[in-house]
């Protein structure tokens, strides 16, 4: 299995706007999890899945951010519009089923906002 | 509400040193312990698990035991490698039996010096 794919690996943006980060989780995981990843603040769930449906996105921090999950193989987190406090590496994980807890990260999306 | 504490980082140490990085935990009902590490410029990956109260986890030469008294899962590695340096991240999840969402701690940066 290819694991976790994130694309892209690097994105620099200016201010105000829109970015796309995008996420094929695990093939038979149902489970899918966006992290955001910061020297202040750390690791910080924004948001998950369980079955293409969004069950928490408590951790999403303002109506800037988005994120759709339309099929079991794909997954966007969308912020628009972007500013640079948001420059963060987002991480997207996936995991089988509920109660196990083990999860399955991707390589991460940099993102820089100038 | 549920949460994980760590020791802080950053650990430095020796090659062939004995590490001990410390993780206390809050939870309700009978959450699983994991232990993640992230390398450089990579995602989080699974190091080792425990799922019920004295279970050890175990790999790579790395140990950690669930404690209940003492609401513990601290670890251990007897002899540390230079390739040991990382940032490790303790967690929990399924603390309230819904899915499975980690909590996880501020992790501890470990630099191990030949």
């Known amino acids: 299995d290819a694991g976790v794919i994130q694309s892209p690996r690097h994105e620099v943006t200016e201010m105000g706007q829109e970015v796309t980060l995008r996420c094929k989780p695990i093939s038979g995981h149902n489970s899918l999890f966006w992290y955001r990843q910061t020297m202040m603040r750390g690791l910080e769930l924004l948001i998950y899945?369980?079955?293409?449906?969004?069950?928490?996105d408590s951790g999403m921090p303002e109506d800037r951010f988005s994120a759709k999950m339309p099929n079991a193989s794909f997954s966007t987190l969308k912020i628009q519009p972007s500013e640079p406090r948001d420059s963060a590496v987002y991480f997207c994980?996936?995991?089988?089923?509920?109660?196990?807890?083990?999860?399955?990260f991707g390589p991460g999306t940099r993102l820089t906002v100038l | 509400g549920d949460s994980v504490t760590q020791m802080e980082g950053p650990v430095t140490l020796s090659e062939e040193a004995f590490l001990t990085i410390n993780c206390t935990y809050t939870a309700t009902g009978y959450p699983s312990l994991f232990w993640y590490v992230q390398y450089p410029g990579e995602g989080l990956q699974l190091l080792l698990k425990?799922?019920?109260?004295?279970d050890k986890g175990s790999n790579k030469g790395f140990e950690a035991t669930y404690r209940k008294e003492t609401t513990s899962f601290h670890l251990e590695k007897g002899s540390v490698q230079v390739s040991d340096s990382a940032v490790y991240f303790c967690?929990?999840?399924?603390?309230?039996?819904?899915?499975?969402?980690?909590?996880f701690g501020a992790g501890t940066r470990l630099a191990v010096h030949p």
């Open positions: 967690a929990l999840s399924g603390a309230s039996g819904g899915y499975n969402k980690l909590i």
């Open positions: 899945f369980n079955n293409n449906v969004p069950i928490d």
């Open positions: 994980a996936s995991s089988r089923g509920q109660g196990e807890g083990e999860q399955f």
């Open positions: 425990a799922t019920k109260a004295d």
